[in-house]
């Protein structure tokens, strides 16, 4: 067993403060607030993710994808790059993607790692499909969410060393209203290249 390398002590100590620049005056120096306002400002010059109903852009990855429905209502949530929820089906739609070097990692380890925390688990369907030039992993499962029975319509594309998650979460008795919807979005999905302007 090899023996791991510590972390040396100096990279554990606080870096030394640095003294305001010519371009920062010493009231911004001194008041935290007006520094942060400043980053803030500078930051969102420089463009964070965006959505403009049909083509994403994050820092990593870019995608298009058509138009929702009119029933779906965009949601703001922290861990998808675009999600909506369709109350007229009962149903929640998230798209994500993510660049960690997983290129090692089967897609069926990828589609399992989503359901980790649910209950009583059914695979219905699973298929690898050609996707965007490469392949997907797609599976319809039943589940249980917190207790309560869900279907769960799954895409999972591995792409340029990126992972695209595409996720339909319905109540049983509405899945099949709402899959036709999902689909056409999933099918009409493609990646983009993140650093295009």
């Known amino acids: ?13 606080r870096p030394p403060r640095r003294r305001p620049t010519a371009g920062g005056s010493a009231a911004e120096a001194a008041n935290p607030r007006a520094r942060l306002l400043a ?6 010059g ?16 870019a995608f298009r994808v058509p138009p929702a429905p009119a029933s779906w209502k965009p949601l703001s949530v922290s861990d998808a790059a675009v999600a909506y929820r ?11 993607g993510r660049c960690r070097n997983e290129d090692d990692v089967p897609l069926v380890s ?7 925390h649910f209950t009583e688990r059914e695979v219905l369907k699973q298929e690898v499909v ?32 990126c992972v695209y998650d595409m996720l339909l979460i319905a109540d049983p008795a509405r899945y099949a209203a709402i899959e036709p919807a999902f689909t056409r979005m999933v099918r009409g999905f493609s990646t983009l290249p993140a650093d295009d302007d």
């Open 1 to 13: 067993m090899q023996k791991r390398d510590s972390v040396p002590a100096a990279a554990m100590r």
């Open 39 to 44: 980053l803030a400002v500078a930051l969102a």
């Open 46 to 61: 420089c463009g964070g993710p965006s959505f403009d109903g049909t083509i994403y852009r994050g820092s990593e990855v």
């Open 86 to 96: 369709d109350e007229a089906n009962g149903a929640t739609i998230a798209l994500n």
């Open 110 to 116: 990828l589609t399992n790692h989503l359901f980790l």
């Open 130 to 161: 050609p996707f965007d030039g490469r392949e997907a992993m797609h599976t319809v499962l039943s589940a249980k969410l917190d207790g309560v029975p869900k279907v769960f319509d799954v895409w999972v594309l591995k792409k340029n060393g």
